[in-house]
């Protein structure tokens, strides 16, 4: 799972949450996995990002250091935080791990990439 993925990832169906967001990361094993730079595709994407999330997910993966708390403005004139945050969004790929909901406690797991975000009959 990308961590561009996990931003917009959300446990709101979940019965009686309501709004199950950001949902808690936790990351037993990454990959880098290299993929070509392209500013503008961040720069779009960038607004559609709760940063608070975003930053969260910096700091699961221990890239707080290349990732500021507060997101600055006219963070596209910055070529290399977009760099940083193309690595991030882009190229840390979660292969195993959890999503917990804020709310219920609710954990996803994440297996082979794949975050499982199914509920039971009794959830929905």
């Given at each position: 799972?990308?961590?561009?993925?996990?931003?917009?990832?959300?446990s709101?169906?979940?019965?009686g949450?309501?709004?199950?967001?950001?949902?808690?990361?936790?990351?037993?094993?990454?990959?880098?996995?290299?993929?070509?730079?392209?500013?503008t595709?961040?720069?779009?994407?960038?607004?559609?990002?709760?940063w608070?999330?975003?930053?969260?997910a910096?700091?699961?993966?221990?890239?707080?250091?290349?990732?500021?708390?507060?997101?600055?403005?006219?963070?596209g004139?910055?070529?290399?935080?977009?760099q940083?945050?193309?690595?991030?969004?882009?190229?840390?790929?979660?292969?195993?791990?959890?999503?917990?909901?804020?709310?219920?406690?609710?954990?996803f797991?994440?297996?082979?990439?794949?975050?499982?975000?199914?509920?039971?009959?009794?959830?929905?």
């Amino acid at each position: 799972m990308k961590l561009s993925t996990y931003n917009f990832l959300t446990s709101m169906a979940i019965k009686g949450v309501k709004v199950g967001f950001p949902l808690k990361l936790t990351i037993s094993k990454k990959e880098v996995v290299e993929s070509e730079f392209n500013p503008t595709f961040v720069e779009r994407i960038l607004p559609k990002l709760d940063w608070s999330a975003v930053y969260g997910a910096a700091q699961v993966a221990e890239l707080t250091d290349d990732i500021p708390a507060v997101q600055p403005e006219n963070i596209g004139e910055n070529e290399l935080l977009m760099q940083k945050l193309h690595h991030l969004l882009f190229e840390i790929d979660v292969l195993e791990g959890q999503l917990e909901c804020p709310e219920t406690g609710r954990v996803f797991p994440i297996t082979d990439g794949i975050p499982n975000m199914l509920l039971n009959e009794d959830e929905v």
